[in-house]
């Protein structure tokens, strides 16, 4: 295709895309009366952001959603690593009876959706008194059967050769685990850890079953509730809380865009 | 041994949760309440008459039937869009890919604002140029389609790189050697070369829209709470009201039953067709 | 002017990467139903010269010319060339048939014609003519049998064919192959040279055949093109480009063990290498060449210490160290001399031929002073 009329269509189609993204920052920074005049200018007559922001600083705990994201989402990540890993590599590279058979059965668990084992965990929580505890936020998904099949395909592809090296040199499994395997688990854990915190950070469905006091709420249960409680039709405050909670991820992103598109990628191919 | 913590996690979050679902949904169980029973299938038969998820059913499947194919189309054409000019590759991925790794319940309040019927800029711009603009999210005409239109944006970017990601993969010479052999056309290169090239990719994008599509939640619990009249319910959101709000919890696992069952049935449709078709280099 | 229809002429072809030079003013004639060979190390523009010629890159300036057309202009697919790329570049979709068929499809039958379903119905006779010459083709190439297959079940050498087949069966005016020996067995590429060259003669059509392997380049063609960083150093027959090189470079590209080059004493008066009287007169020669077939044992002539003895059956390799000037030589003998040779020895190889070469590379035509000496 020539280059103009390219470069057209897809600015075209880009400001589309960035449409909410647009408005979600200009009426931020709009007055309430200039955001009910349904206007189509973006550009704020009167500055407002200290008002919308502080509103949303003062009255609903933003950095402690943020904090809870951001616990939260490591808390699910290392755990998940530290499940997975081990178990990829087990299953790529130690020989042991039944390994085929644990690894499909194993590979079942990328059929179920997430919401599938929802009610009986929340049942089992209720039960257990962990409800609207970090605990509760976590656990469910410390296992990530894709994380293993990440690890283990690449593991596969890791040569026999590094660690039959390292058993040489002396070293014993643990220490071919820690010293070998880790550090060249690197790329791939990456791209993991993209996936995860991304799928995790925008969370509702679980976060809104198990949490219902506020010190707990996610940043997604934080805006939601914002929206639903106290904002009323105060688009100003509320937009600017929906800018502070996306911006670190879009602002991640923006960073690392390869990291970030790698990371999502492979999650196609969970499905 | 190594294995052993993710098995303990896997047995305790996944597989065993999975197993009480199947069972919870032959009982009458209800959170709060004192014992249960079994009820064999008269869940599932609830569930055929229950006129709320008759209509989460039917919009799930129109919802579905709109945002697959107009995303992977989006997601087709975006990826073409980039991948047959030299400059801005970079800074158009990034752009269209934003929405993948958006908080989708604060982008669904901008959206909100966005087709606000009074104050916001498209009912403001539809205006402008003499036409009322409908109540995008408030009536039930429209509500599916605008949750639609918003379902579309937020995978389109996602599929597009999945699409890219095929495309990058068709050896470059095919391309030269299809010019060779006389396809002259943009149009005769793409059915020559890239179309058939990218069967396993779009077949792959397909299954994940899809499977994406049927567990739309966010959109719906931001917006519209099912409404206006069950205009915009969906088997994840009557999935959560039964369970979560009503904690009718054996019917809310019949009807988890039912979208697993489905979900497993796309996936099966999808390895078939697959297998059917990897005789190539 | 011109070169008879089948012919093909490339004047002062120029193309440009950024501010890389891949070709640098190019000029190249080839006669209608030549076997032209253009080798020459990688990066040196060969690839991208062939690519020009099929329209599938423009230059920047120049002309290509196919017979009395002017090319230049036009897009591949309008140029009526075929070509053998190095990968083979098989659909790998369709079947051997169908990437045969594809180049007679894509021009004998229009874009209504070529509509999955309907297109068949509306050209039964053409696509029946499009089959009898597919089959034509994979039977003169010896893969009339595979033709249901797909590229992933063939072997390497079968697919090469069904390049060869996609190539041959339009008939084409210009025909372009890209290393296609490169992705094969050692063995099956002696044998394929062979049948390369036969279809070559069957075909008829001018071919222009890029490689980096000079040995390929000398067996199979009529005349050997020369290319090193963008130009064209000589084109000649091959006997010619060994014998007669008209450029330093292209003396040590073509032939192996590569000729041994030494410094000369002074560029004016007698040529001297090493003290060494080479009988011959060459004004500005500063560089003095002799093939290692060349260099024969003697009482006198160039002094060297024998470092190295290769024993390769029909041939005897010598790597030895000239040493007035500590210059690296290799000379050729017969197996028998091992016998009288060894390891550590010193003696005198004098050259039978020498070749003479100025500052800049070229070839200085040089004059023996005492026909008795030479």
Redesign the interface.
């Given at each position: 295709m020539k280059a103009a009329p390219r470069l057209i269509l897809l600015s075209l189609l880009a400001v589309l895309v960035l449409l909410p993204y647009i408005w979600m920052v200009s009426v931020s920074l709009k007055p309430r009366s200039e955001v009910f005049s349904a206007t189509l200018s973006l550009i704020p007559q009167d500055w407002a952001a200290a008002q919308n922001y502080g509103r949303v600083l003062r009255e609903i705990p933003i950095g402690r959603y943020l904090l809870n994201g951001v616990f939260v989402c490591g808390a699910i990540l290392a755990f998940q690593l530290a499940f997975a890993i081990p178990a990829g590599y087990a299953l790529a590279k130690l020989r042991f009876p039944g390994r085929g058979a644990l690894f499909a059965f194993v590979m079942l668990g990328l059929l179920v959706p997430a919401h599938v084992p929802a009610i009986p965990l929340y049942i089992a929580a209720a039960n257990a008194g962990l409800l609207n505890s970090y605990t509760a936020l976590i656990a469910p998904f410390t296992i990530s059967v894709f994380g293993i099949f990440l690890f283990r395909q690449f593991f596969r592809a890791m040569p026999d050769e590094l660690l039959h090296a390292a058993r040489v040199d002396g070293m014993n499994e643990a220490s071919v685990v820690l010293r070998v395997v880790l550090p060249n688990a690197w790329p791939a854990a990456t791209a993991f850890a993209i996936f995860s915190v991304v799928a995790h950070w925008s969370d509702l469905f679980w976060p809104l079953i198990v949490v219902t006091e506020g010190d707990l709420y996610t940043p997604a249960l934080g805006v939601l509730w914002f929206r639903a409680e106290e904002a009323g039709d105060d688009y100003g405050a509320l937009m600017a809380a929906a800018v502070m909670v996306t911006a670190p991820l879009v602002i991640a992103f923006l960073l690392a865009q390869r990291r970030f598109i790698e990371g999502m990628t492979m999650s196609g191919l969970k499905g | 041994m190594l294995t052993g913590p993710a098995m303990l996690a896997y047995l305790a979050m996944l597989l065993v949760p999975t197993l009480a679902v199947v069972v919870l949904a032959f009982t009458d169980f209800e959170l709060g309440m004192p014992g249960f029973r079994w009820v064999g299938f008269d869940n599932f038969a609830d569930l055929l008459t229950d006129r709320t998820v008759a209509a989460s059913v039917r919009n799930t499947a129109l919802y579905v039937a709109i945002v697959t194919p107009a995303s992977i189309l989006a997601g087709l054409g975006l990826a073409l869009l980039i991948e047959s000019g030299l400059r801005g590759k970079i800074v158009f991925r990034a752009i269209f890919f934003l929405p993948v790794v958006s908080l989708m319940v604060a982008m669904a309040t901008a959206w909100q604002y966005l087709l606000h019927p009074t104050i916001g800029p498209v009912n403001a711009l539809l205006r402008m140029i003499g036409l009322a603009g409908p109540n995008w999210l408030g009536s039930s005409d429209w509500v599916l389609i605008s949750l639609g239109a918003i379902g579309v944006w937020e995978n389109a970017g996602f599929n597009m790189v999945l699409v890219l990601a095929g495309l990058t993969a068709i050896?470059r010479?095919?391309y030269?050697?299809?010019?060779?052999?006389?396809?002259?056309s943009a149009v005769?290169r793409f059915?020559?070369?890239t179309w058939?090239?990218l069967?396993p990719t779009m077949l792959l994008v397909t299954t994940i829209t899809t499977i994406r599509s049927i567990r739309t939640f966010d959109t719906v619990a931001t917006l519209t709470q099912g409404g206006p009249n069950k205009a915009s319910e969906m088997i994840v959101w009557t999935i959560y009201q039964e369970g979560f709000s009503f904690l009718r919890m054996g019917y809310a696992a019949a009807l988890t039953v039912v979208f697993l069952i489905v979900v497993l049935v796309v996936m099966l449709v999808q390895t078939r067709i697959i297998e059917k078709r990897t005789?190539?280099? | 002017m011109g070169v008879g229809l089948g012919g093909i002429i490339i004047e002062q072809a120029r193309k440009a990467y950024g501010t890389v030079a891949a070709l640098k003013g190019v000029s190249l004639t080839i006669a209608a139903g030549e076997f032209l060979a253009l080798v020459g190390p990688s990066g040196c523009g060969k690839t991208t010269l062939m690519?020009a010629i099929?329209?599938?890159e423009t230059l920047d300036a120049g002309r290509v010319i196919f017979g009395e057309d002017d090319v230049t202009a036009r897009?591949?697919?309008?140029r009526d060339?075929?070509?053998v790329?190095?990968?083979y570049?098989?659909?790998?979709?369709?079947t051997v048939f169908q990437n045969i068929a594809?180049?007679l499809v894509?021009?004998r039958l229009n874009?209504w014609q070529?509509l999955p379903v309907v297109g068949p119905l509306a050209s039964r006779q053409a696509r029946a003519a499009i089959a009898a010459d597919v089959r034509a083709a994979a039977e003169s190439l010896a893969i009339g049998h595979l033709l249901a297959r797909?590229?992933?079940?063939l072997s390497g050498g079968q697919r090469q064919r069904v390049a060869l087949g996609?190539a041959i069966v339009r008939h084409p005016r210009v025909f372009l192959m890209d290393e296609p020996l490169s992705n094969l067995d050692a063995s099956l590429r002696t044998e394929t040279r062979r049948e390369l060259v036969d279809l070559h003669r069957r075909v008829g059509a001018a071919t222009i055949y890029v490689t980096h392997d000079q040995s390929e380049a000398m067996t199979m063609a009529d005349r050997v093109a020369v290319m090193m960083d963008g130009e064209i150093l000589q084109v000649a027959t091959p006997e010619a480009i060994y014998a007669d090189p008209a450029d330093l470079r292209v003396a040590g590209f073509v032939g192996s063990p590569r000729i041994n080059v030494l410094a000369v004493d002074s560029a004016a008066g007698p040529v001297r290498v090493g003290g060494w009287d080479t009988g011959l007169v060459g004004p500005g020669a500063t560089h003095y060449a002799v093939r290692p077939e060349s260099l024969v044992p003697a009482d006198d002539g160039l002094p060297v210490r024998l470092e190295h003895i290769e024993f390769l059956g029909d041939s005897l390799l010598l790597h030895a160290r000239h040493e007035p000037t500590g210059a690296a030589l290799v000379a050729r003998l017969e197996p028998q001399a091992r016998k009288s040779l060894e390891r550590g020895q010193a003696l005198h190889l004098r050259p039978l031929h020498g070749l003479l070469f100025g500052a800049d590379g070229r070839r200085i035509r040089s004059v023996a002073r005492h026909p008795a000496l030479v």
């Open positions: - | 050896p010479e095919l030269a050697a299809a010019e060779v052999d006389g396809a002259r005769a059915r020559l070369v058939p090239l069967g005789h190539y280099a | 690519r099929a329209g599938l897009r591949a697919a309008d060339v075929a070509m790329f190095q990968n570049a098989l659909y790998p979709h369709l594809v180049p894509m021009r874009a070529r797909k590229p992933g079940q996609r």
